[in-house]
């Protein structure tokens, strides 16, 4: 039997592709990634500029694109940005939603202001964006598929950042209850939950204390060794939403560098 290649392996030649926080980091790659499978993109983000320069490189890789911005912590704005992206693409199969961002402190210190940050920053969007997509995959009669990155903090203890992984807890939730209440009409949602990644804007906020992230993950227990990227993120996030993803539904994919199974005692272990 002979072998045929196939480029387009993950069925996404020509799949309309939304991917909120697309203009910076894990976005930034995933919409990247969509473009090279042969996706249409539209790459919606909080600052515009940047939105429109992720267009601007996909468009130089010589695929589909457009950019929107928009504030996902605004009901309105978020269901905006779906519509458009729908009219834009003529249709929706394919919403990558990466948005989130952490308020830190103890739990004495987690004001109700805090908790409705958090909680806006990083769930409520997510129940607004999938709604309307899934309404929109429903109506196309085509079904569709929803990546949304959850977070390791909704699966450990999340010290001094409590809100944000309760928050990120539900986002796993959520990703189990719509595949229950959208299976039916061929939409699969799923999430993936990383551990702290190498993304600018982590980069940017341990700089001034000159933190060096990769030599603390080096030195941790973390089975890989090595900080994670946000293309360790986009890959799974992508491929959720893939053909290769298709039996998949409901689940969280953890993407730690091995951290969630990492021995604790291991150094002592090694010793006898």
């Given at each position: 039997?002979?072998?045929?290649?196939?480029?387009?392996?993950?069925?996404?030649?020509?799949?309309?592709?939304l991917v909120l926080g697309g203009g910076y980091g894990i976005g930034r790659s995933s919409a990247l990634i969509l473009a090279r499978a042969g996706a249409s993109v539209v790459a919606a983000d909080l600052d515009g500029d940047r939105a429109n320069a992720v267009a601007?490189?996909?468009?130089?890789?010589?695929?589909?694109?457009?950019?929107?911005?928009?504030?996902?912590?605004?009901?309105?704005?978020?269901?905006?940005?779906?519509?458009?992206?729908?009219?834009?693409?003529?249709?929706?199969?394919?919403?990558?939603?990466?948005?989130?961002?952490?308020?830190?402190?103890?739990?004495?210190?987690?004001?109700?202001?805090?908790?409705?940050?958090?909680?806006?920053?990083?769930?409520?969007?997510?129940?607004?964006?999938?709604?309307?997509?899934?309404?929109?995959?429903?109506?196309?009669?085509?079904?569709?598929?929803?990546?949304?990155?959850?977070?390791?903090?909704?699966?450990?203890?999340?010290?001094?950042?409590?809100?944000?992984?309760?928050?990120?807890?539900?986002?796993?939730?959520?990703?189990?209850?719509?595949?229950?209440?959208?299976?039916?009409?061929?939409?699969?949602?799923?999430?993936?939950?990383?551990?702290?990644?190498?993304?600018?804007?982590?980069?940017?906020?341990?700089?001034?204390?000159?933190?060096?992230?990769?030599?603390?993950?080096?030195?941790?227990?973390?089975?890989?060794?090595?900080?994670?990227?946000?293309?360790?993120?986009?890959?799974?996030?992508?491929?959720?939403?893939?053909?290769?993803?298709?039996?998949?539904?409901?689940?969280?994919?953890?993407?730690?560098?091995?951290?969630?199974?990492?021995?604790?005692?291991?150094?002592?272990?090694?010793?006898?």
């Open positions: 039997m002979s072998a045929r290649m196939d480029a387009n392996i993950l069925g996404l030649q020509g799949k309309r592709s601007i490189e996909i468009a130089d890789l010589g695929g589909e694109s457009a950019a929107l911005q928009g504030d996902v912590t605004d009901r309105t704005q978020a269901e905006g940005m779906v519509h458009q992206a729908a009219a834009i693409l003529g249709g929706l199969d394919v919403v990558i939603n990466m948005i989130g961002f952490a308020a830190w402190g103890s739990l004495f210190e987690l004001g109700d202001d805090v908790w409705e940050i958090d909680l806006a920053r990083n769930l409520r969007h997510h129940v607004w964006v999938g709604c309307t997509a899934a309404r929109h995959m429903i109506d196309q009669g085509t079904g569709g598929a929803i990546a949304m990155v959850a977070s390791v903090s909704g699966i450990y203890g999340a010290p001094r950042h409590a809100a944000y992984g309760a928050a990120k807890a539900g986002v796993m939730s959520l990703a189990r209850t719509m595949t229950n209440e959208w299976g039916r009409h061929g939409i699969r949602v799923n999430a993936v939950a990383p551990d702290m990644i190498a993304t600018p804007r982590l980069r940017e906020t341990m700089a001034p204390s000159g933190h060096d992230f990769e030599a603390a993950a080096q030195a941790s227990a973390m089975p890989l060794g090595r900080a994670g990227q946000p293309e360790d993120i986009a890959g799974p996030l992508v491929f959720l939403c893939s053909d290769l993803g298709s039996f998949v539904a409901g689940q969280t994919i953890i993407a730690d560098g091995g951290t969630h199974v990492a021995f604790p005692h291991f150094g002592i272990a090694s010793s006898m």
